[in-house]
């Protein structure tokens, strides 16, 4: 990772650049693919104001932090924002939200976190082939009685009045429903 230092009102002093080069590489197991980190430290009257910007692929997390004591307390309350941020992308990237889980597989997918999008389509159905038929012409009515009698849910036909392949299925209710094709 690239860490580059700058500031504004004061001098960058190497134990403030040791401070962040030992605690910024160690947001890696969070997020593998960070590519740099920009530490933008300042002071403001009698504040100080530190600024840490993380970039990876398709992915940027900002922390900022502020402290009247020294600019170690301000750049450790920046450092703690910043891995708020990526524990929260991290947990939802891994499925732990699956409703948000399909919106964050770009963000996953930077950060290095899954591989695939077959990482997170576990719960999805799979297609298993049924054996093939043959849809033979027949009433609404037979259709109807087939699909009574029948153990399925629902029954593929060739609508003898109109020539196009209609469905019928079972209702919860008890009733039969139609699904003709609208073109």
Request: charged share 30%.
């Amino acid at each position: 990772m690239d860490i580059r230092f700058s500031g504004k009102n004061l001098k960058i002093t190497e134990g403030m650049k040791k401070h962040l080069e030992e605690r910024l590489p160690k947001l890696e197991k969070y997020a593998p693919r960070i590519v740099e980190a920009h530490v933008f430290l300042k002071k403001e009257k009698y504040v100080f104001q530190a600024e840490i910007t993380l970039a990876a692929k398709d992915f940027h997390a900002f922390g900022m932090g502020e402290a009247k004591d020294n600019i170690f307390a301000a750049m450790d309350e920046a450092y703690v924002r910043i891995e708020k941020q990526l524990k929260k992308f991290r947990s939802k990237s891994k499925g732990h939200h699956k409703k948000n889980a399909k919106a964050f597989v770009k963000v996953a997918r930077a950060l290095g976190m899954i591989e695939s999008e077959n990482a997170l389509s576990e719960d999805h159905p799979k297609i298993i082939r049924s054996s093939a038929f043959a849809s033979k012409p027949m009433s609404v009515e037979e259709a109807s009685l087939q699909l009574e009698i029948s153990p399925e849910t629902f029954l593929v036909f060739m609508n003898q009045d109109t020539n196009i392949v209609n469905v019928i299925h079972k209702r919860k209710d008890g009733n039969h429903g139609l699904i003709e094709p609208g073109f």
